[in-house]
């Protein structure tokens, strides 16, 4: 399915899905939106409102599957200190590898702040015995959906096997057996992991579904070909802000809102096609970052209560 980034369209769509609702939405900051069929294949983050203003501006926004699969509010859990492990197997211009090199998949995984592994060390193998053991992964490399033949959606690792490339890609069924239970975000910025087969009542059978069903709550894929160092930019200022203490909707939020205001960056590569492709399935959670604030506000007030208990005790 193509999907077409008009200014005509976004708005269109905004006026269809969103405008009904407008007033109900007040007050809010975070969205989370379980799409029907085809409108799992929109990113409503590019959006426009009468003023041009993209729904990203003012909602946080991720995506889920059904209610049904979302967890109690009680089961959340926000964290500040986090183990990440990344992969960049294509960070290497030299590779004779039939994928194309990703020169900025290896700024992008070692600012990160974890372990990582670029190039010839970035395996298969290692990837499924460590995968489990981190908080955080990160995987900046090429990937496939396959719509006709789900199962055969894979990730790519470093192409150990010329001649048989597939020994070295990570396929659905080697997902589904990962544990994950620790694993609270899976980042998969590569090429259509977010694609996959749209099967009635059942949204897309996609690579983020997997990492679902082997226990990570959340996971950033791509719904499309992504651009390499748009990608980079937008998820190193996600990790930026998760270390800070905000929730990953919102981080992905900011990172993106960075990248559009960026004045380094030229104005052509800030259409929707560069940066709305990083999509978050996952679960509600509030920002710690938010918390700390209302506790800093709050302090003063408590320590004036204090003062004014102890005054009238003593009189």
């Known amino acids: ?179 994950l239970t620790k694993t609270h975000l899976a980042i998969l910025s590569a090429c259509e992991t977010g694609g996959g087969q749209l099967i009635k009542g059942e949204g897309i059978i996609s690579l983020s579904r997997a990492f679902s069903y082997a226990g990570c709550a959340n996971m950033i894929t791509s719904q499309w070909k992504a651009d390499d160092a748009a990608t980079s930019y937008i998820t190193q200022r996600l990790h930026y802000y998760l270390k800070d203490g905000y929730s990953i909707a919102t981080s992905l939020q900011k990172g993106k809102l960075d990248y559009l205001s960026d004045q380094k960056i030229e104005g052509r590569n800030k259409t929707a096609a560069y940066w709305a492709h990083l999509r978050l399935t996952g679960q509600f959670a509030t920002d710690n970052s938010t918390n700390l604030w209302w506790w800093l506000l709050l302090l003063p007030l408590a320590v004036i209560v204090f003062i004014v208990i102890k005054k009238f005790r003593l009189q």
């Not at 889920?64 to 197997?89: D, M, Q, V």
């Not at 995984?109 to 992964?137: D, P, Q, R």
């Open 1 to 179: 399915m193509t999907i077409c980034f008009s200014v005509e369209n976004s708005h269109k769509l905004y006026d269809q899905l969103i405008q009904p609702l407008a007033n109900k939405l007040n007050g809010y900051s975070q969205l989370m939106i379980i799409p029907d069929d085809e409108l799992s294949y929109i990113p409503f983050e590019m959006l426009l409102d009468e003023n041009d203003k993209y729904l990203l501006d003012n909602f946080a926004i991720s995506y889920n599957y059904a209610c049904s699969l979302l967890k109690k509010e009680g089961e959340l859990e926000n964290r500040t200190s986090n183990s990440i492990l990344a992969f960049a197997p294509y960070s290497d211009k030299t590779s004779n590898s039939i994928l194309a090199p990703l020169p900025a998949s290896e700024e992008e995984v070692s600012h990160l702040g974890g372990t990582y592994y670029l190039s010839k060390a970035a395996t298969k193998h290692l990837f499924l015995k460590e995968a489990g053991n981190y908080n955080i992964l990160h995987l900046a490399t090429h990937a496939q959906a396959n719509d006709k033949e789900p199962m055969q959606s894979f990730i790519a690792f470093y192409p150990q096997h010329a001649d048989s490339p597939s020994l070295d890609q990570v396929y659905l069924p080697d997902i589904y057996s990962l544990q």
